[in-house]
T-cell receptor, first 115, second 113 residues
């Protein structure tokens, strides 16, 4: 069975500070990993994805994530937070390079940006 | 522009009623999915379909039904057997073997009144 754990249901940072959202995964096969963002009452938008190429993945809106197999982690970072980054963030996993059977999602982290 | 359209955006259901949520995509994606989202629970898979006229149960299929008569359409029916249907429902689609992840619709918020 595969699983995704997001550490911290809420993360609060000051505007301009580093954003770090943590994601750990468990998978018996090499994974595809994704980060999605959700604004209130909207669908999910893909931020970035890891698909076994470069371990450091750059996404939209200045976000990036690093795949660390030894730590089974895929943490999301952004050097400088902006007020518009306030949203819910989800880490997701597809096992075995195949997402056809459904992504497994973490429970989400609500990012709060303080002025 | 291609995308996924979910309708309606808000839906109210009386006790004992069946309701159907619509999901249409014009991305020529192979697979389609229904997820349920509850606060603090993340997204949980209800049903998915990889090809027309075929679908599989996800983790929480009880009280729900689906059909896939056309590649573009994957409606979800919330039946009276679903005891706690109030939630945010998200439809998604993807193309096999590309690693592109899922494209999501904007969701339907269902409330039991």
């Amino acid at each position: 069975a595969q699983s995704v754990t997001q550490l911290g249901s809420h993360v609060s940072v000051s505007e301009g500070a580093l954003v770090l959202l943590r994601c750990n995964y468990s998978s018996s096969v090499p994974p595809y990993l994704f980060w999605y963002v959700q604004y209130p009452n909207q669908g999910l938008q893909l931020l970035l994805k890891y698909t076994s190429a470069a371990t450091l993945v750059k996404g939209i809106n200045g976000f990036e994530a690093e795949f660390k197999k030894s730590e089974t982690s895929f943490h999301l970072t952004k050097p400088s937070a902006h007020m518009s980054d306030a949203a819910e963030y989800f880490c997701a996993l597809a096992g075995g390079y195949e997402e056809a059977d459904g992504l497994t999602f973490g429970k989400g982290t609500h990012l709060i940006i303080q002025p | 522009d291609g995308g996924i359209t979910q309708s309606p955006k808000y839906l109210f259901r009386k006790e004992g009623q069946n309701v159907t949520l619509s999901c249409e995509q014009n991305l020529n994606h192979d697979a389609m999915y229904w997820y349920r989202q509850d606060p603090g629970q993340g997204l949980r898979l209800i049903y998915y379909s990889q090809i027309v006229n075929d679908f599989q149960k996800g983790d929480i299929a009880e009280g729900y039904s689906v059909s896939r008569e056309k590649k573009e359409s994957f409606p979800l029916t919330v039946t009276s057997a679903q005891k706690n249907p109030t939630a945010f429902y998200l439809c998604a689609s993807t193309r096999f073997g590309t690693g592109i992840g899922y494209t999501f619709g904007s969701g339907t918020r269902l409330t039991v009144v």
